[in-house]
């Protein structure tokens, strides 16, 4: 052994081979270990790999609708205002001053209720002169008809002249003619006393009150608006490319489902009749149509603006996706792309092949199976094997 070796032992083992290297006033003592030096060898290259391991891609949310069977129906859109079905103008019928008005504005009113009470004093008056003036010119009448009738047979027997006889017919005439026109006055003084109370010619709704009481009103003149509100309609305006979807002889021999919503009543629909398309169009070249409702409870009213849509043709039991998955523009019987959610729930492009659409739904022609999961939000931003965190998307109506 050397001077630079040594040997050392313990209680529990052999001896140990010991390297002392002297330098700096110490020693260092190196064991040698093989156990250790092949666990070191194991270790350093997995902790590399380790290290160079990349983290998994995270998943995207989105959502998903599966492809199914269902029907598509091609519908026409139209919007406009709401118009009662009638409204009636009550007008005067004498000329006479208002003494009671006995509606409110907006109140309903019955067929034949009493709106307004005229004064008839003037009326009563006129009607009292005229039967004065009939009772005197009777008696004269009577009178000249005597006289005429004498001179009937004198002149048959020459005791007087043409000229006397011709003075005593005219006299009864013009007395006849008087009395007529008596009569005439009376009775339409009379009915202008009936006049006087302005009846109701609609059961309805006072919808505008054109006078006030006290007002001094000519015959003619604009009295009420009575409206009937019973039954409202759409009115909307479409170019002859719709009309030529629409079943005209359909329509006039019984009508057209529609549905219609107003801003006024979020979510409720309300269900009514095309019945009349205008058979001349305007100026614009536009043809005026009517969704009829009834509308007894008079949630309706005229001004409110809605929105109709007419359904003229259903396609039954096509494969179909939402709209909102189609990747590119929409064109009938032309290619599309959409993002499918595979079985590893990872995104494919898949190109496909629609039919007819409309606002919600797009027949698939051909590129999808009845139960393919298609993307309808996030499809944008997704690649080939992009993991999915899909939930499923809100079914339309």
């Not at 032992?9 to 092949?38: H, N």
């Not at 005229?130 to 005429?148: H, Q, R, V, Y």
């Not at 492009?349 to 022609?365: C, F, P």
Request: aromatic share 6%.
């Amino acid at each position: 052994m050397s001077s630079a070796q040594a040997k050392v032992s313990d209680e529990t083992g052999p001896p140990t081979r010991v390297a002392i290297f002297p330098g700096g006033g110490g020693r260092m003592i190196r064991r040698y270990c093989p156990a250790i030096l092949i666990a070191l060898l194991v270790f350093l290259p997995a902790c590399s790999q380790k290290q160079e391991k990349k983290p998994p891609i995270p998943p995207i949310k989105v959502e998903v609708a599966p492809v199914e069977k269902g029907d598509i129906e091609q519908t026409l859109y139209v919007s406009g205002p709401l118009t009662f079905v009638a409204n009636t103008t009550v007008s005067a019928e004498v000329s006479a001053q208002v003494q009671s008005i006995l509606v409110e504005d907006g109140q309903p009113v019955d067929e034949l209720q009493v709106l307004l009470i005229f004064d008839e004093t003037k009326i009563r008056a006129t009607a009292n002169h005229a039967d004065a003036s009939l009772k005197k010119d009777e008696a004269t009448l009577a009178f000249n008809k005597a006289e005429w009738e004498k001179h009937v047979e004198l002149i048959k027997s020459g005791s007087i002249s043409q000229t006397t006889y011709d003075q005593k017919l005219s006299a009864y005439q013009t007395s006849l003619a008087q009395v007529n026109a008596d009569k005439a006055a009376l009775a339409k003084a009379l009915e202008d006393l009936k006049k006087t109370r302005v009846l109701c010619p609609i059961k309805g709704i006072l919808s505008k009150r054109y006078i006030e009481k006290g007002d001094w009103v000519a015959e003619g003149m604009n009295l009420f608006q009575i409206s009937d509100y019973s039954k409202v309609y759409l009115e909307a305006f479409i170019s002859d490319v719709d009309l030529g979807k629409l079943d005209i002889k359909k329509v006039a021999r019984g009508g057209i489902d529609a549905q219609f919503t107003v801003d006024s009543y979020p979510g409720k629909e309300f269900l009514g009749r095309l019945t009349y398309i205008q058979p001349v169009a305007s100026e614009g070249r536009l043809f005026q149509i009517r969704i009829y409702l009834d509308n007894p409870e008079m949630l309706l009213l005229q001004g409110m603006f809605a929105r109709g849509r007419i359904v003229f043709k259903t396609i039954s039991n096509v494969l179909r996706v939402p709209l909102s998955a189609l990747l590119d523009q929409v064109r009938n019987n032309y290619g599309n792309s959409v993002m499918v959610m595979d079985s590893e729930k990872k995104a494919r492009l898949q190109r496909i092949k629609i039919g007819l659409s409309n606002r919600r739904w797009a027949e698939v022609v051909e590129g999808l199976n009845d139960g393919d999961i298609v993307v309808t939000r996030g499809k944008e931003i997704l690649t080939n094997g992009q993991p999915l965190e899909a939930t499923e998307m809100r079914r339309p109506s």
